[in-house]
């Protein structure tokens, strides 16, 4: 199967530390809302296994991966309980964890377009499959928590390109037959740094080219809210 | 099958059709909201293509069209870009915007009625299901845009009633043993037109019958956020 | 099959009045957000039927027995017509409510993992798929409804733990080989008297440990909306 590129037991640590980093963002969104630690569990479950819970309903994956893998399950908890005791600590170091998160970005947008190209999806799907995988965890995390889900914010570092680069770069090595090990850690690592650069840099995507120059910016306090 | 009741082609285009003016539906939201082009075309995919999704996972039919269909997956791209470059003047059409998603609205709760009753389902889920498929998409789309559902609100003109009087008529003519294009097109129209009525007039469903006559308006600042 | 605890016919009551309650609190929220009787329609099915919907979308039980069950369909349609015509009288009855809602709260749990273990998942997924089963519902309604989901609200009285009780001793009853009629009773009145204490006590959970003690409470505003 395609999404073998790694050994197992390498894949599957990657996913445990792509689930983590989510979590973490998912706590720590939580702890902002005032959530108790039950909703800091259940937002952090929701982010670390949302977008992979999705892509598995679409292709038929049943059960999905995050309900017959217990380390799946397990890992949330464990971030629950850190930030729970250190969220100032964690909080403090917010850089490392938008570097783990843009890790888990690259990673779960390859491995999710591999998995939904190995059930049978076309190329373009399983592009966009891999994509929801990478970014459908934190949509629902803002939506559960109440809030514009940062992904559709115009005022946000680009989070969906990187992840389209990657899994694009997945669905090309497929096309061309060169998948394996190396190239799809290449595109791992080209989604992780697009998105690094995108936190350095403040890059960010356009908005709707509004023909009147001179229309006014209240549109942006009711995003506000 | 039942739900080949037009020519694959024509059904094919009437579906692209439904799917376009539901996504430019998606994608003026997103303006409204300021969300950048990624958002754009998030809300557009969502809306044109959540509801035929709910139901493909409810009846068991993955990978579900949206995800094996490619022109299903552009279709709301390039309503993306359209709304993109022109989105003062596709406002100002926002009549024949409203026109076509009651079309959308028509077509969908009777194709997603037969397919639901196609897969097997009884007479009155598959009628719930075709409703589900009409009205899913502009949901989920309110959802992400962190608005309340404009479908659920008492200040917006009758949405649903058109879809279920279309869904209920399909499911009549299967029990009847008479469903074919006609009766199937005379169901769409139906719905079609009663929601052009119910724009034209402002048709509104009731709220709780209240026995307290004075009760103020305040909850009505609550939904207006 | 495990989740054939009870006679059927008790089992299906029992599911019914379960969904009726729950129905009614989906209701309820929609007079309050002053949404109109379609509005109050789908919060009713939505809430009553959402937990379960997600369950069996996991396990792979489709067409979920929320569209193949006409009961399960329409008994949210009854607790609609109530609360339209009789809400004042259903809102003062609301401890009521909650009695029956803490009821179905403990057997949802219950049911859902026993199903849940049933179609082959492990003990620990199952326990959480019937957590998910007793809260999901409750969680949709107000995703849909705009508000942030009392579950995570810190300043709610314990919600999840009831359920997670009941849904852990039915685990450890399956571990150990006793599940019956009799223990499977056990855990759903074991949550449901749960969860009366939690709410006649005021129980909540604990909020992130915070360092520093001078925190500002400006955070919970913003959870107030």
């Not at 689930?19 to 702890?31: E, K, N, R, T």
């Not at 783990?100 to 059930?119: I, P, Q, S």
């Not at 399983?126 to 928590?145: F, K, N």
Request: charged share 15%; glycine share 8%.
């Amino acid at each position: 199967m395609l999404h073998d590129l790694f050994s197992p037991s390498v894949q599957h640590t990657l996913d445990l530390v792509g689930i983590f980093v989510f979590a973490i963002s998912g706590a720590l969104l939580a702890v902002r809302k005032n959530f108790d630690v039950f909703g800091m569990a259940v937002l952090a479950e929701v982010t670390a296994l949302g977008g992979g819970l999705f892509r598995d309903l679409i292709i038929g994956a049943v059960p999905p991966a995050a309900f017959t893998d217990l380390g799946y399950f397990l890992m949330p908890l464990v971030a629950t309980v850190l930030v729970f005791f250190l969220h100032p600590e964690v909080e403090r170091t917010q850089t490392a964890v938008n570097v783990f998160d843009a890790a888990g970005l690259g990673l779960f947008a390859v491995t999710g377009t591999t998995k939904a190209y190995d059930y049978g999806l076309g190329l373009t799907s399983s592009a966009a499959l891999g994509l929801a995988t990478a970014v459908g965890g934190g949509v629902l995390r803002d939506v559960l928590a109440n809030e514009v889900p940062s992904l559709l914010r115009w005022d946000r570092d680009l989070y969906a390109v990187p992840a389209i680069v990657g899994a694009a770069m997945v669905v090309l090595c497929i096309r061309f037959e060169v998948l394996n090990a190396y190239t799809s850690g290449t595109a791992v690592l080209t989604a992780f740094l697009l998105r690094l650069l995108a936190m350095r840099y403040h890059w960010r995507a356009p908005r709707a080219w509004n023909r009147r120059s001179t229309a006014r910016e209240e549109p942006e306090k009711a995003t506000a809210q």
